[in-house]
């Protein structure tokens, strides 16, 4: 069974600092790895996906990579704001989920960025 | 956005009543899925469907049902409520290829009193 893991569990740092988030998963068959980002509250908004095939994906400020041998992906987030404090998610879709296609996710890094 | 939609946003519900959750998508989308989040738990699948009529049970499928009549209507049935159910519901859709992203509706949070 596929597992998740996101290490820190929270992270404080002060406007403008460069950060990694971490992501770790058991079982490397997978299609693809996203990044999510959830406000309290609300819903899940998709980040970034990368597929199974690429090392790392782009998207402003925000930066994924992918190592699938090794089971890791880091968010690397440039020049932090006080807009970026959220709880960022990482989810894997398992090949051996089959049919279901389904995700398995992290329990998430709270990051709370500091004016 | 996505166009996924969730309903209600939010309700209040008795012990052992039936209760309703409905995802709508405008995406044409073949997967969607059911996930609730609780603290401690994150997120975990409850039911998904692969296609119209065609549904599946996730990890957490016990005290649930649901069903797809049309594509872009995703029913998820609480057939007695308990405690334990109360909790933050998200529906999710997909298509099908690896390239393809997930996306969230806005979650509808469930109290069962």
């Known amino acids: 069974k596929q597992e998740v893991t996101q290490i820190p569990a929270a992270l404080s740092v002060p406007e403008g600092e460069n950060l990694v988030l971490n992501c770790s998963f058991t079982d490397s068959a997978i299609y693809n790895l996203q990044w999510f980002r959830q406000d309290p509250g609300k819903g899940l908004t998709s980040l970034l996906l990368i597929q199974s095939s690429q090392r790392e994906q782009t998207s402003g400020r925000l930066n994924a990579s992918l190592d699938k041998s090794s089971g890791r992906s880091t968010l690397y987030i440039a020049a932090s704001q006080p807009g970026d404090s959220a709880t960022y998610l990482c989810a894997v879709r398992d090949i051996s989920s089959g049919s279901a296609r389904q995700l398995t996710f992290g329990s998430g890094t709270q990051l709370t960025v500091l004016p | 956005d996505a166009g996924i939609t969730q309903s209600p946003r939010h309700k209040v519900t008795e012990t052992g009543t039936p209760v309703t959750l409905r995802c709508h998508q405008t995406e044409n989308h073949r997967y969607m899925y059911w996930y609730r989040q609780d603290p401690g738990h994150g997120l975990r699948l409850i039911h998904y469907s692969y296609g119209v009529k065609d549904t599946d049970k996730g990890e957490v499928s016990d005290g649930y049902s649901v069903s797809r009549s049309k594509t872009e209507d995703f029913l998820l049935t609480l057939e007695s409520a308990t405690s334990s159910q109360t909790s933050v519901y998200f529906c999710?859709?997909?298509?099908?290829?690896?390239?393809?992203?997930?996306?969230f509706g806005q979650g509808t949070r469930l109290t069962v009193v």
């Open positions: 999710a859709i997909s298509g099908q290829g690896a390239r393809t992203e997930a996306f």
